[in-house]
Every structure is written in C-alpha cells, then in structure tokens.
C-alpha cells in the first residue's frame, strides 16, 4: 500500500466514524414534515435527515408575509405527521390554512420558544436572523420529530448536535467579521425591517423604509425620513432584498450618495443554484455582503 493509500483509508475509517446524516440508514417509510418556508425547510431536513421528507410550502425567493394558499397547501398540511411554522404572526395565512384542514399533524410553532423584539407594528417575526435563536429552533425541531417518531429520537439528537456546532462557528465567524468594520460604518438601510434580531445580536443598525411587514408600502414620509437619516448619518451603504421590490433602495441610494450593497437574503434562502441555498450559507452570505459594502 502506498503511502498516499494509506492515507486515505485511514481518512475514510476517521469519517465512517462520524457518519453525515446522509450516510444514516434511511428508514422504508420517511416521515412527512412540513415546514411553513425556506429557511425552516432547511432547519428540518438538517435535524431530520434522510428520516424526513420535508416539504415547504413558501420556497426559496418568495416571500412568507404575504402567501396566497392553494388547494395543494391543504393536502401538504394534511399528509404531514409534524408541521413546524415560525409564528410570531409571521404566516399571516397560516391559520386559516390549519383550519381549513380537519386532520393535520403536530402544529410546532419554533419563533415562540425565543425572546421576541417588539416592535411598532407589533412582534417582530425575523427571529432567525440572530444565529442564536437559529440554535433554539434547532432543538425544538429535534425535540418535535422525536416526539412524533421517537424511533428516530438518537439520530434526530446527534444530528442537532452536529449542526448545531456548526451554528456555534457560524456565529463566531460573524461576530468577528462585524468586528472588524469600524464602528462609524456600521449602519445601512434594507427595505423592510428584518434584521431587527440580527442587528441587536451583531450590532450593525439597519434603518428600512418599511415595516416588519411587507405587507403594506411604506409611505411617501417614511422614505423622507429615511433619505434624512442617511444624509444626517452618512450611512455607507444601501441594500437590495431578495422579496423586496429593488427600486426603493435603488432611489434611496441614488438621492442620498449611499453606495448600492448587494442583495440580503432577509426572509428566505436562495434556490438550490444560488449562494444563499441553506441557512448557513445564507447568512455567511449576507455578512460577505455587509463587509464589502461598508469596508472604508
Ligand atoms: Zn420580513
């Protein structure tokens, strides 16, 4: 044996001992999940692995606050054993969709297990945007599978467990970046106001012409008063929003001299193709994006 061969059965024996969730043995039958969008999607199959088949109801790119149901949306809720939502009246659709439906599966909604910003309008839904609060969803996706398929409880463990140290580098990794930029720098403006969480977690300021919601438009006074506080505050940068329309921010950065930042992902992943097609990867996305545009 080469010593070059040698190496990599030794490398192949070091990773059999720590098998990814890929390489469990998938059960005959998958358990059937649903998840209300994207990013819970991904929570889910990370915890659930090939045990779960999970299906979203918003995907990638579209936006959950406003969702128009379909006859399809019922049959999913329907056919799932456990349905994880986010709450903190973030699926504005969702209950009529619960209720339309006589026989659905354990209702786990993950946003009610964190601490809650509040805002104006009411709760802030954008919990996941503070990795932290991504960890708590974590466990209670693995505490919620267990309980409808305890078979699974130890894979369901070891997989959260796994992940979740992932989640633990993820937030180092943006602590430091944001770090890293001077703090005079430090404040951008998005569309809607989804990194309320991220922001008090991180500490980076992000002003939004719109509410938590995007419900409704912002008003002609609240971009007035958004175009002031960059020029008062020399913000750097302005963002784009994957479910925003591009031409608010694209106005604010052209009125005020603010640099156009790239596009956050603020409510939903990328689709598969894309650089924001997991959680993770989402988030380190959105931190690459940050540092480029408010670097000095
Ligand atoms: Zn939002």
């Known amino acids: 044996m080469t010593k070059r061969r040698f190496l990599l059965a030794v490398l192949c024996a070091v990773l059999a001992g720590v098998a990814p969730a890929s390489a469990q043995p998938a059960p005959k039958e998958k358990l059937p999940v649903v998840a209300s969008f994207s990013i819970i999607g991904d929570l889910v199959r990370q915890v659930g692995g090939n045990r779960v088949s999970v299906t979203t109801i918003v995907g990638p790119d579209s936006d959950a606050h406003v969702y128009q149901t379909s006859p399809v949306d019922g049959r999913k809720i329907a056919e799932a054993r456990i349905i994880f939502v986010n709450g903190l009246d973030f699926e504005?659709?969702?209950?009529?969709?619960?209720?339309?439906?006589?026989n659905h599966g354990l209702l786990v909604p993950l946003g009610n297990g964190v601490k809650a910003r509040s805002h104006e309008e009411g709760v802030d839904p954008h919990a996941w945007?503070?990795?932290?609060?991504?960890?708590?969803?974590?466990?209670?996706?693995?505490d919620g599978?267990?309980?409808?398929?305890?078979?699974?409880a130890e894979i369901y463990e070891e997989n959260a467990r796994a992940y979740i140290d992932e989640l633990k580098a993820l937030d180092e990794e943006i602590v430091k970046t944001v770090n890293?930029?001077?703090?005079?720098?430090?404040?951008?403006?998005?569309?809607?106001?989804?990194?309320?969480?991220?922001?008090?977690?991180?500490g980076i300021v992000f002003l939004a012409p719109q509410g938590v919601s995007t419900e409704s438009e912002p008003s002609a006074k609240d971009i007035a008063r958004i175009i002031d506080d960059v020029r008062d505050n020399k913000v750097p940068a302005v963002f784009l929003e994957n479910v925003s329309d591009p031409r608010l921010a694209?106005?604010?950065?052209?009125?005020?001299g603010a640099r156009l930042g790239g596009t956050l992902y603020s409510d939903t992943l990328s689709d598969a193709?894309?650089?924001?097609?997991?959680?993770i990867d989402m988030m380190r996305h959105n931190v690459k994006e940050l540092e480029k545009a408010l670097a000095p």
């Open 250 to 256: 694209k106005r604010i950065a052209a009125e005020t």
């Open 273 to 279: 193709k894309g650089d924001g097609a997991t959680y």
């Open 92 to 102: 504005g659709w969702l209950q009529r969709l619960i209720d339309a439906t006589k």
């Open 180 to 202: 890293a930029i001077p703090q005079a720098r430090r404040r951008v403006v998005s569309t809607h106001d989804a990194f309320g969480y991220f922001s008090a977690r991180y």
């Open 129 to 142: 945007q503070d990795v932290a609060n991504a960890k708590i969803y974590v466990e209670e996706i693995r």
């Open 145 to 152: 599978l267990a309980r409808v398929d305890p078979d699974g």
